[in-house]
C-alpha cells in the first residue's frame, strides 16, 4: 500500500524559503512518478512540480525558476525547495504519485495523495 506524508509546511514570509518534504512507503521512486500540486480555498488543484519516474524534472510556469523538486531514492523522500516565496504561494500543499512515466501535472492522473501540509506566506 502506498502511502504519503508531507512535512514542512509552515509560516514564511513573502520573499523567503521553505522546504517541504514528502515520506514515501510502499512505493520505489524509481518506478513512480511523482509529484507537488497545491491548492487554496478558492481555486482547483494545481500543479506544481513533477519528477517522472525517469527524466528531468518538470515544473509549473508560475513556479519555474523559484521552486526545485528533488528525490532521494534511498530515503523514499520526495522534497520541494520554495525560494522566493510570494502571496501567490499560499496553499495547501499535496505530494502525489503514480506508477509509470508521467509528464503531466493534471490531478486526475495521480491516484496516491498525502493529506497535505500548509503554507502561509507573511507581508
Known amino acids: 500500500q502506498v502511502q504519503l506524508e508531507e512535512s514542512g509546511g509552515g509560516s514564511v514570509q513573502a520573499g523567503g524559503s521553505l522546504t517541504l518534504s514528502c515520506s514515501v512507503s510502499?512505493?520505489?521512486?524509481?518506478?513512480?512518478?511523482m509529484a507537488w500540486f497545491r491548492q487554496d480555498k478558492e481555486s482547483e488543484r494545481e500543479g506544481v512540480a513533477l519528477f517522472p519516474s525517469v527524466g528531468a524534472p518538470i515544473y509549473a510556469a508560475s513556479v519555474k525558476g523559484r521552486f526545485a523538486i528533488s528525490r532521494d531514492i534511498a530515503k523514499n523522500t520526495l522534497s520541494l525547495q520554495m525560494n522566493n516565496v510570494g502571496p501567490n504561494d499560499m496553499a495547501m500543499y499535496y505530494c502525489a504519485a503514480r506508477y509509470g512515466w508521467w509528464d503531466q501535472l493534471k490531478a486526475s492522473l495521480y491516484n496516491h495523495w498525502g493529506r497535505g501540509t500548509q503554507v502561509t506566506v507573511s507581508s
Open positions: 510502499g512505493a520505489d521512486l524509481s518506478t513512480y512518478s
